[in-house]
């Protein structure tokens, strides 16, 4: 089956600076990677996502990019705010899109330093 | 708010004990994924089911049954709960997988076995 594994576990980054999130998949047959935030006390949310038929997607200070020769996808947050302060997960899926066969990173806590 | 809903969010239960996590999906959702998150193994696929039937399987112990009911309600089973049941369980929903769907978290179920 899919493995995915995320790095690193913690990351720690002053407030304006960029934060990037690498994770790597097993299954070349996934087609479908979303990431997920995780606030305190709630539930894992989608933030962005991206399909294996294209290299990168942006949505305002968030981005995404995947390689599929080498089989690792990134997430990248630039001029970082208190609240981007969060778990995020990253996931893979050969079924395309929804959480059909999702198998999930163990997350990395990203903190923001004021 | 996700239009996912679980409850009850908090239970705390003996060893040995039997407990019924409850889940209503968002509106229209025909799939309800079910997830359980601990700190070291982060989150990890149950079981999923479609509009009323068993869709796909993960790492679900045998002490573990789930059902989906004809109004898409669901309900995860634990029975002879053991300490290292704790955990946060997740329930997801979603539109059937493939094209531009997302899943969608409820706030989770938080269970204590003492």
């Known amino acids: 089956g899919e493995n995915v594994e995320q790095h690193p576990s913690t990351l720690s980054v002053q407030e304006g600076d960029s934060a990037v999130i690498k994770c790597t998949y097993s299954?070349?047959?996934?087609?479908?990677f979303p990431w997920y935030k995780q606030e305190l006390g709630k539930g894992p949310q989608l933030i962005i996502d991206?399909?294996?038929?294209?290299g990168e997607k942006k949505d305002q200070r968030i981005a995404v990019t995947l390689n599929k020769t080498a089989k690792h996808f990134s997430l990248h947050i630039t001029e970082t705010q208190p609240e981007d302060s969060a778990v995020y997960f990253c996931a893979a899926s050969g079924m395309g899109g929804g959480a059909d066969g999702l198998t999930f990173g163990k997350g990395t806590h990203l903190i923001i330093q004021p | 708010d996700s239009g996912v809903t679980q409850t009850p969010k908090h239970l705390i239960t003996a060893t040995g004990q039997r407990v019924t996590l409850r889940c209503s999906p968002r509106s229209g959702d025909l799939s309800v994924y079910w997830y359980q998150q601990s700190l070291d193994q982060g989150l990890q696929f149950l079981i999923q089911?479609?509009?009323?039937?068993?869709?796909a399987k993960g790492n679900i112990l045998e002490r573990f049954s789930a059902q989906q009911f004809p109004d898409l309600h669901s309900e995860l089973n634990l029975s002879s709960l053991e300490l290292g049941d704790s955990a946060l369980y997740f329930c997801?929903?979603?539109?059937?997988?493939?094209?531009?769907?997302?899943?969608?978290f409820g706030q989770g179920t938080r269970l204590t076995v003492v």
């Open positions: 991206i399909r294996s038929n294209v």
């Open positions: 997801a929903s979603s539109v059937p997988s493939g094209g531009d769907t997302e899943a969608f």
């Open positions: 299954d070349s047959a996934s087609n479908y």
């Open positions: 089911y479609y509009n009323g039937e068993e869709r």
